[in-house]
């Protein structure tokens, strides 16, 4: 009798300019975009929990069980992103974010629930991106902590620019009880499981 091999659960540290996806069965696009599989060697059927899209980084959650996945991306799960905005956030900014803000979703609007949104007292101290961030000399710069139990598509970059501070640069740093730590741009760790630590 044949035991159900066991499912299997990764964390990622997703580095800028790689898309969510394994690979790409468009030869065009394969030979353009960076996909995780370069990243390490996943057994077949994994799948990643959410995603982030191609500009941002920071924590990705991988499994090979679909009903973590679902578990992990329709329960309320609580994301928490660092985003370095265009400019120097003002406090009734941070309110209309916490409050929630319209953005454009699929053609139509959409009205964000209430998150939590907060300034950085200083910048954290993440490696520097691969593609360069302008300098100072274009103005200033702050960062925010920005909590969410949904997950749009794009939402924190479109929040930040409704409240008229555009997201420069865009980091998953927390999933539920999971942070992202001390793992490296590019870094993936196996963990025996996933449900219980989100």
Not at 23 to 44: I, Q, V
């Amino acid at each position: 009798m044949s035991s159900t091999p066991a499912h299997r659960h990764f964390v990622l540290h997703k580095p800028f300019g790689y898309l969510s996806q394994f690979r790409s069965e468009d030869a065009r696009e394969a030979r353009k975009k960076r996909f995780l599989g370069e990243l390490h060697d996943f057994p077949a059927g994994v799948m990643a929990i959410g995603r982030l899209d191609e500009d941002s980084e920071g924590l990705l959650l991988l499994t090979t069980d679909g009903r973590v996945s679902e578990q992990i991306r329709n329960g309320g799960t609580e994301k928490e992103y660092y985003a370095q905005l265009d400019g120097l956030i003002t406090d009734e900014a941070l309110a209309r974010l916490t409050q929630g803000v319209e953005i454009g979703l699929r053609e139509t609007k959409y009205q964000t629930i209430r998150c939590q949104a907060r300034r950085l007292a200083a910048a954290p101290g993440f490696a520097p991106r691969a593609k360069r961030i302008r300098d100072d000399r274009h103005g200033p710069t702050c960062w925010v902590s920005i909590t969410l139990t949904e997950g749009k598509f794009r939402q924190v970059r479109k929040m930040t620019a409704a409240v008229g501070f555009p997201t420069l640069r865009l980091v998953r740093v927390r999933i539920g009880g999971l942070a992202l730590g001390e793992l490296a741009p590019g870094e993936v760790r196996e963990v025996p499981e996933l449900g219980a630590l989100v």
